[in-house]
């Protein structure tokens, strides 16, 4: 009998040192795959460009970014295939711009916790687009400027506090990196309001020199900067038509504009018809997708640059 006790109590007790062991190497495996969940990058998705460079330059080796729209594409009216809506899905911070930009995220179920506007604390300074003219542009489909207005980072102090809404979101994620975000967003904010203070710098004697704006999409740019602006309908890569002429003719009656801002490099047939009509052109790229060569910064950069002859 003592001898079976005495074995019962063995075997119990080895039982209960092969769970101790168990639970200590399941402690293991479980510090580990946190340690290394904890120190690989973020997996952040992105709807426009300028949220991408804001969350490159912040987050630095602690990202990876990805923005899938293509290059010949306007983000704002493009629309993800299903297997892109389910990497947005799986990632784990997704940086939307709001304002009404990006139109499939409103058709879509995003993940709350993980999503994230960066323009919800100025959304009671959004702009409002008042025209309704469906237009075309070639390959990139048929759309109606309306509703609201969408480019607010136009308005370099609105971007600035995009990057902040940007720090914060990464900031929540991965509290160990917090300073060294924290350094890259001041860095990244002196320069928006380094190239803001210069705008302001470069319109303020003759702020109210009447433009034509070649599409709905400076109402940020206008209002931060006090710009005197009417929009039109003309794309850079297309021959204006008639009407087009037309209505820039009436426009001309009520706002005798001698420049024309454009979204990129106009061809030349179109800056020969505004010559004819007294109007110089000049571009000042929203830089919505990536870039050519450059990046946001340089972009914004050569914008100021070929708004500087217009108010000389």
């Not at 799986?90 to 139109?103: C, E, F, M, R, S």
């Not at 604390?121 to 237009?135: A, P, S």
Request: hydrophobic share 40%; proline share 7%; glycine share 6%.
């Amino acid at each position: 009998m003592n001898l079976l006790l005495d074995f019962t109590q063995e075997i119990s007790m080895f039982h209960r040192q092969s769970l101790h062991r168990v639970a200590l190497c399941m402690a293991f495996v479980f510090i580990g795959a946190t340690a290394s969940t904890a120190d690989s990058p973020l997996n952040i998705y992105v709807v426009n460009y300028p949220l991408k460079y804001f969350a490159e330059r912040i987050g630095g080796p602690h990202v990876k970014v990805t923005f899938p729209v293509p290059a010949d594409v306007d983000p704002v009216y493009w629309t993800p295939e299903v297997a892109e809506i389910g990497a947005y899905q799986q990632a784990d911070l997704i940086l939307l711009n709001g304002a009404g930009y990006a139109k499939w995220v409103g058709k879509v179920s995003l993940p709350r916790s993980r999503t994230i506007d960066t323009s919800r604390e100025f959304k009671d300074r959004y702009l409002t687009v008042k025209e309704t003219m469906t237009h075309s542009h070639g390959a990139k489909g048929k759309h109606a400027h309306e509703g609201p207005a969408f480019t607010t980072w136009l308005d370099l102090s609105l971007a600035a506090k995009q990057a902040e809404a940007v720090f914060g979101a990464l900031a929540r994620k991965r509290p160990q990196q917090k300073d060294t975000f924290m350094a890259n967003f001041l860095s990244l904010k002196n320069d928006l309001l380094t190239l803001d203070s210069r705008i302001k710098s470069v319109v303020s004697n003759r702020n109210t020199v009447p433009m034509i704006f070649s599409h709905p999409v400076y109402e940020y740019l206008a209002k931060g900067y006090g710009l005197n602006g009417r929009s039109v309908h003309w794309e850079p890569d297309q021959e204006p038509s008639p009407g087009q002429i037309t209505e820039l003719s009436n426009v001309l009656e009520m706002h005798p504009a001698q420049w024309m801002i454009w979204e990129g490099p106009p061809i030349t047939s179109a800056t020969e018809n505004l010559k004819t009509m007294g109007i110089r052109s000049a571009v000042f790229d929203p830089c919505g997708n990536v870039p050519p060569e450059g990046d946001f910064l340089s972009v914004m950069q050569r914008n100021v640059s070929n708004l500087e002859p217009i108010f000389r």
